[in-house]
């Protein structure tokens, strides 16, 4: 059988990519009863021996004939690349394999637009609202938290027998790394890094909640004379003159540092030299950063979102981002006491010793194999 992997993300995307990267890395570890295939836009990486060029062709025409694809189930012309495979699995929520007229799963990672639609456009929404239809279209869906499972059987009405839980490991590059305590000292010098802060790696989109955070920071700062380093990564999204802009009105410019693009293999010292992550999102179905802490023994610090209490569990201190004095008080009490990051440390990698990309694989193998046999 010959499985075509769908890899369209692109690294500034968020975590699709992460996701996409892992599940590339998880099919190497499947029997050999199964031939898969990349199929890719050209600035995708290759990673699997056999891959199938693909591009994107995004002219207004052919979005038109797709929609009258998808809702009147009516072909006119050419609307997908053709690709000799049998089943396609799809890392990105798109109705691109439907078009191929390929059987297809797809994994859909949150349904943001329906909680927030006010940071969308009316065309992303529109858009969203056609492309989301892919869970209706597919074999299967995927998703990484039974919270984001509610959410496919609540807005697609997709049947239960038809959704699986199975989220994805941390990528390879936090899961590998050997931390050498000679490149600790290299990049705390390289970026002038404080003894102490707290690390916040995320894109500037405005559900990241970058605001509120400086704003608790703030609080802690003129209520108990606490001043707390916030190191940011991430790429600049809509919200990121704003969040700039907000650095210097609240006088935080000493505390706060953006370190723009970060490479990979200084990400995991990143996190070791942090004193905890905070994560104080509005949204997020499965933070891949809060796995990447865990895996790496960092404390973390987080909002109660969606399905981040399911994520963290007991191993990480919660708190309502939409409330400062909550998300400061959290912060404070992580901040101050070693003891309690001992104990998170530790539970966090309780959490995510078993989310290993074997692990991975064997789980997807045996979804595969389930479609074979017809039981989904």
């Known amino acids: 059988m010959k499985i075509g992997i769908l890899t369209i993300s692109t690294p500034d995307g968020g975590g699709v990519y992460q996701y996409t990267l892992s599940l590339l890395e998880a099919v190497k570890f499947i029997s050999h ?143 590998e790394v050997k931390i050498s305590e000679d490149k600790l000292e290299q990049v705390r010098e390289k970026y002038s890094l404080p003894s102490q802060y707290l690390f916040y790696p995320a894109q500037f989109w405005y559900h990241k909640n970058h605001i509120k955070l400086l704003e608790s920071i703030k609080l802690i700062k003129s209520k108990y004379n606490i001043l707390i380093p916030v190191i940011f990564v991430g790429s600049k999204k809509n919200n990121f003159e704003n969040v700039m802009k907000k650095i210097h009105e609240l006088g935080l410019s000493k505390q706060i540092k953006y370190l723009g693009y970060v490479p990979q293999e200084d990400m995991p010292y990143l996190y070791k030299l942090s004193t905890a992550l905070v994560m104080p999102t509005l949204f997020e179905s499965v933070s891949i950063p809060i796995w990447e802490a865990f895996y790496l023994g960092v404390p973390v610090v987080s909002s109660n979102v969606c399905a981040l209490p399911e994520q963290v569990g007991d191993a990480g201190l919660l708190f309502d981002p939409n409330n400062i004095e909550d998300m400061a008080e959290k912060i404070l009490t992580i901040w101050t006491n070693e003891e309690l990051r001992i104990k998170l440390s530790q539970r966090g990698y309780e959490r995510v010793k078993g989310l290993t990309i074997e692990n991975y694989a064997t789980q997807w193998r045996k979804i595969l194999e389930e479609i074979i046999n017809g039981k989904l």
């Open 33 to 175: 009863k199964f031939k898969f295939i990349q199929i890719r836009y050209p600035d995708f990486p290759k990673i699997l021996e056999d891959d199938i060029i693909i591009y994107n062709n995004s002219s207004i025409n052919l979005k038109i004939r797709r929609v009258v694809h998808v809702y009147f189930d009516l072909v006119f012309g050419n609307l997908a690349p053709k690709v000799d495979v049998d089943l396609i699995i799809s890392p990105s929520i798109t109705l691109l394999p439907f078009h191929m007229k390929k059987q297809y799963i797809v994994t859909i990672h949150d349904f943001q637009h329906e909680y927030y639609p006010e940071f969308f456009s009316f065309k992303e929404k529109i858009s969203r609202k056609v492309v989301y239809k892919t869970g209706q279209k597919a074999s299967l869906v995927i998703c990484e938290s039974n919270y984001v499972k509610q959410d496919v059987i609540r807005f697609l009405k997709v049947p239960d027998r038809k959704i699986k839980v199975l989220p994805a490991p941390p990528p390879r590059y936090i899961r």
